[in-house]
């Protein structure tokens, strides 16, 4: 939340210089406020797990949050029950019908990295959707392969297949550190990270865009796109403390050749119970995109878009 401060008084300029929410006492007085409506387009096939994820990060602020849960039309997903989809999800294009606006929109990964963005069976669909944001959403936050799809529907920017899984926890680099996203922001973090593509620094800054986050080890990890009042992070801090593990356990099962993920366990001893080294930076970093929601948002919601 905003600190009110005379503008006049020194400290509006400095706190505003470091990144601060300051605002000065005839905006707040004229301030309209009202919940904050942020859908989230669940493509993970654990929803359930997903859907406590996010809602854990969006609701541990102050503001009042109106909490969406939006599924592709025709996508029928194996790994959740029917019932739990119809009762509290919505299709894209029951959503799209209603003319109904957000504030936030979250479109998350999916485990399909190896397809390019043309065989995905929804790729039509996410097409339409992320043009909707255009015009319906006030700002989105894509997550991990969302992250990819719209930044290469919007820019072009192609996705790379890594010669091994980028897995584990590996420390990222404050690239920004008067960005409103990263209030709080220790000058390095640490971020789950488990995936078999990448995105490449020098086509996204061609592409014109801002690296808030990055990595010399993984690359990129949380990119502002202003022009479609967008961020894109390629990693995962909504991850709970065993996820990781849960996919190394699986790949073991499964047979599937999988590196011990790096930087998680004690001593990278996999039957030592891991540690949780993001969660504070998880928080600050949705908590900010929120507040930023709240600052900029229209209180009328048929502006938004306009």
């Known amino acids: 939340m905003p600190i009110t401060l005379p503008e006049t008084l020194p400290a509006y300029d400095v706190l505003r210089s470091e990144g601060v929410m300051v605002m000065s006492p005839d905006r707040a007085a004229h301030q309209d406020i009202r919940p904050i409506r942020i859908g989230l387009l669940n493509l993970m096939p654990k929803k359930i797990q997903t859907e406590n994820q996010f809602a854990r990060l969006i609701g541990a602020t102050p503001l009042q949050i109106d909490f ?10 194996k790994n959740t029950a029917a019932e739990h989809m119809a009762t509290f999800y919505r299709p894209f294009a029951e959503v799209a019908a209603s003319g109904e606006k957000f504030d936030g929109l979250i479109i998350t990964g999916a485990p399909i990295e190896h397809l390019p963005f043309e065989e995905v069976t929804y790729w039509d669909e996410l097409k339409r959707v992320m043009d909707w944001t255009q015009t319906h959403v006030h700002s989105t936050f894509g997550v991990c392969w969302g992250a990819m799809a719209m930044l290469y529907h919007f820019h072009g920017v192609q996705k790379h297949m890594l010669p091994a899984k980028a897995f584990g926890c590996f420390p990222q680099i404050n690239l920004a550190p008067t960005s409103p996203y990263l209030r ?19 086509e996204i800054d061609a592409a014109g865009l801002r690296t808030l986050l990055g990595s010399p080890d993984t ?78 948002t229209y209180f009328d919601m048929s502006k938004i878009g306009t």
């Open 68 to 77: 969406q849960l939006i599924r592709m039309t025709e996508h029928q997903t």
């Open 219 to 296: 690359g990129p990890c949380l990119v502002e796109d202003p022009g479609h009042r967008a961020l894109y992070i390629f990693n995962h801090f909504e991850y709970d403390s065993g996820t990781l593990k849960q996919e190394y356990d699986r790949d073991v099962a499964n047979g599937t050749p999988i590196n011990v993920p790096m930087n998680y366990y004690p001593g990278n001893d996999p039957t030592r119970p891991p540690s949780n080294r993001w969660r504070s930076h998880a928080h600050l970093l949705y908590g900010n995109w929120v507040n930023e929601l709240y600052q900029t």
């Open 184 to 202: 709080g922001f220790s000058d390095e973090c640490v971020i789950p990270v488990s995936r078999w593509t990448e995105e490449r620094q020098d």
